[in-house]
């Protein structure tokens, strides 16, 4: 005949080790992929731009973006907006959206922050007999 005790103490050693092993399997944010420079053509019709971020983790990461050193406060900022982990700019502006950009990807446990990335907005480097498209100069004045 088994002790009550006995049977309560098994089942709270058993209960503790569970909770052992499932911390255990918590971990901090790894990069899946990180941001890369974006360059956008300065005649480009394009009025969206996306920044690539994606980390794996448990509990699953959160995002925050930084642009400039400055942290991106999503809720005061129409035109940015948060895909997953991706940052989607509309209504680019080549004066407020230029610079360097970083994703830093946290949970619980941890948290990382990814290389940066420059967004630019460029002249297309076609030469005609040595001579830039019209397009491009009147874009860069």
């Given at each position: 005949?088994?002790?009550?005790?006995?049977?309560?103490?098994?089942?709270?050693?058993?209960?503790?080790?569970?909770?052992?092993?499932?911390?255990?399997?918590?971990?901090?944010?790894?990069?899946?992929?990180?941001?890369?420079?974006?360059?956008?053509?300065?005649?480009?019709?394009?009025?969206?731009?996306?920044?690539?971020?994606?980390?794996?983790?448990?509990?699953?990461?959160?995002?925050?973006?930084?642009l400039n050193g400055t942290f991106i406060n999503l809720g005061l900022d129409r035109r940015r907006r948060l895909s997953g982990g991706n940052l989607i700019i509309g209504n680019l502006d080549r004066y407020q959206d230029v610079g360097m950009y970083q994703c830093m990807a946290y949970n619980t446990v941890g948290a990382i922050l990814s290389r940066r990335a420059r967004l630019q907005f460029a002249c297309k480097l076609i030469k005609m007999f040595g001579v830039f498209t019209q397009n491009c100069i009147k874009a860069l004045v």
């Open positions: 005949m088994t002790l009550p005790w006995k049977l309560l103490l098994l089942l709270s050693i058993i209960d503790r080790l569970t909770d052992c092993l499932d911390s255990a399997s918590y971990h901090g944010p790894r990069w899946r992929m990180e941001p890369a420079d974006l360059f956008i053509p300065i005649d480009s019709i394009e009025e969206e731009a996306t920044l690539t971020c994606d980390a794996k983790g448990t509990p699953p990461p959160q995002y925050r973006w930084s």
